[in-house]
């Protein structure tokens, strides 16, 4: 049992160290086990605060690749880097390469550009003509801890905001909506769900003239 | 996550492991209503699917009444002409004249080629008269992007296709666009129709489903995944498969999440990281229903995470696009084009 299990537990009024219900097992601390996941990953989501490293192994002709997390689950990507060039590559869309040059998937040539479909869909422009390595920053959804010892990487507040989403569905659980609700609103506080994302609240915003957009790879 | 995941922790927090209340019926009912939900307010579900060009199909059948057998030995299509004035399938139209009490010493013209399958239409040695159909993925939604053996090709109507080609059924050559016909039958047609066709490595002989000379992602709708050799059994890291759209058709979509039966060992299609948000939504409906179990303060907690998990959704789809970056590059880079379509010479006419 970790500590945020054990706050879960001081919080629903349960003895810790002999519980009664929730005993001190995988089976027996599962439905508490289960809610802190699901608020982990909903908090790393939304914040992205949880960043992986992919490396797409990219193959000759071929521009569309399926990515199937193992352990994180890839969310969203937020930035491809070419090793054997060195450099960045743009992020772009179907629908803008399409604009660009219908006949985009023809192309040949060192990757400019990455786009991604759906969840799990990784695409690369122009198709590389022989193998290449992009690594992938991406924003992923954490491995859904197992273990009492397994790492939990949330800032402090975060921990707390996991603490009040369990002790929420604990009490949905029971039968009791009220205190159900109190506690899914002290997470929704603690979270921030008004102002989240603190990359976004880090911008210095500041006064510019109005410039003609700058030209891409892709138009 | 398979659904058998997903309903034990629903019946958690529905207090009913042994499902008498909510019955799994009931609660695979709810799903589907709950995910078609979701999926509409937060357009979350996109995909790409190769289309195998020739189409490939589990069997064949002629008539309605044998659908409900055909199914079970996978995507089936119906072969021949529908004469539904008659009740009955034929070849060419001439076997349609005892129906109509046509003397059969009077033979109607010969038609030309037909085909009993859509493969055989690019065995064909002349002029195939109908039109042939490829399948749509069985969760098509909306199409985003469509191409044809890696060149895009644009999106018609059939009522804009037989108003400029007279020839259309017929006509061969480079295509250029895609079209339904309706909404109802799932099949999508090409425009002009490939003359010729890429037959993949496979054995056996007549329509093949698999393809033996490597893995196959799925059998619905021919998608080809091609493992990489080394990563393909390792359980670490990231997995990844590539889409092989050689003389295939690509499809970029959204998708409408699949309707679950019920098994235990079906896969879910959203993420397993989303489908907390479709399980609220069942929750909401499940104390909602006339039931023994209905508690309108519960309906209301749970309407209310559900409500909350929709503006999470929509709120990763931003963050998305707030993450992308962007490269800088001067005016005089190489590869920026403005123009889609080739520049006419100034004294090219008019259009009128």
Redesign the interface.
């Known amino acids: 049992m970790n500590d945020l299990e054990k706050e879960v537990l001081h919080l629903i009024g349960e003895n810790v160290d002999a519980p009664d219900v929730f005993t001190d097992n995988d089976i027996g601390i599962l439905p508490i086990r289960d809610s802190l996941n699901d608020a982990i990953e909903e908090i790393s989501l939304v914040t992205g605060g949880t960043k992986r490293t992919f490396f797409l192994l990219a193959r000759a002709n071929q521009s569309f690749y399926r990515i199937t997390g193992k352990t994180d689950r890839l969310a969203w990507i937020t930035d491809a880097w070419l090793f054997d060039q060195k450099r960045r590559l743009e992020a772009t869309s179907v629908a803008k390469l399409k604009s660009f040059n219908p006949r985009w998937m023809l192309n040949t040539g060192p990757p400019f550009s990455y786009f991604q479909i759906g969840w799990d869909v990784v695409g690369i422009w122009p198709q590389p003509t022989a193998g290449v390595v992009v690594q992938l920053d991406c924003v992923v959804a954490p491995k859904r801890y197992d273990t009492d010892g397994s790492p939990i990487r949330l800032r402090e507040e975060w921990k707390r905001a996991a603490v009040h989403y369990a002790v929420s569905e604990y009490w949905a659980s029971r039968g009791d909506a009220k205190s159900a609700s109190s506690h899914f609103q002290k997470y929704l506080e603690l979270v921030g769900m008004a102002s989240l994302y603190p990359y976004t609240a880090d911008k210095q915003w500041q006064m510019q003239t109005d410039k003609r957009p700058w030209p891409k790879n892709t138009g | 996550m398979k659904w058998v995941e997903s309903k034990r922790?629903i019946r958690?927090?529905l207090?009913d492991p042994e499902g008498k209340i909510w019955d799994d019926r009931l609660l695979s009912l709810l799903w589907n209503d709950s995910q078609q939900e979701i999926n509409l307010r937060s357009a979350?579900?996109?995909?790409?699917a190769v289309i195998a060009v020739p189409p490939r199909y589990g069997c064949s059948y002629m008539h309605d009444w044998e659908y409900e057998y055909a199914a079970a030995f996978g995507k089936p299509y119906q072969c021949w002409r529908q004469h539904h004035a008659a009740g009955m399938s034929c070849s060419h139209v001439w076997e349609t004249q005892p129906a109509w009490g046509v003397d059969s010493g009077a033979a109607l013209t010969d038609l030309g080629m037909v085909f009993m399958h859509p493969w055989e239409a690019w065995y064909s040695v002349g002029d195939v008269q109908d039109l042939v159909p490829l399948p749509l993925p069985e969760d098509f939604g909306q199409a985003?992007?469509v191409?044809y053996d890696?060149?895009?090709i644009d999106a018609t109507t059939y009522k804009d296709l037989q108003s400029r080609d007279e020839s259309y059924r017929t006509r061969t050559g480079e295509v250029q666009y895609w079209f339904r016909i309706d909404e109802t039958s799932n099949e999508f047609y090409l425009y002009p129709r490939n003359s010729t066709a890429e037959w993949d490595d496979v054995s056996g002989a007549g329509q093949i489903l698999y393809d033996d000379s490597g893995d196959t992602?799925s059998v619905d709708y021919g998608v080809i995944?091609d493992w990489?050799p080394d990563?393909g059994d390792?359980?670490?890291?990231?997995?990844?498969?590539?889409?092989?759209?050689?003389g295939n058709v690509?499809m970029?979509y959204k998708?409408n999440p699949t309707n679950i039966s019920g098994g235990g060992d079906e896969v879910l299609d959203w993420?397993?990281?989303?489908t907390?948000y479709v399980e609220f939504g069942v929750l909401e409906r499940s104390y909602e229903a006339n039931t023994d179990g209905r508690?309108e303060?519960?309906r209301?907690?749970?309407s209310?995470?559900r409500q909350?998990g929709e503006?999470?959704l929509r709120?990763?789809k931003t963050?998305?696009l707030?993450?992308?970056?962007?490269?800088?590059?001067?005016?005089s880079?190489v590869?920026?084009?403005?123009r889609?379509h080739p520049r006419l010479p100034d004294t090219y006419p008019a259009a009128r």
């Open positions: 922790r958690r927090f207090r979350q579900l996109e995909t790409v985003q992007f191409a890696k060149d895009a992602d995944g990489p990563l390792m359980d670490i890291g990231a997995v990844f498969d590539a889409l092989d759209a050689d690509l970029v998708k993420p397993d990281f989303l907390k508690i303060s519960l209301d907690y749970w209310m995470r909350v503006k999470v709120l990763l963050k998305k707030v993450d992308r970056n962007f490269v800088m590059t001067t005016h880079h590869g920026s084009r403005n889609q």
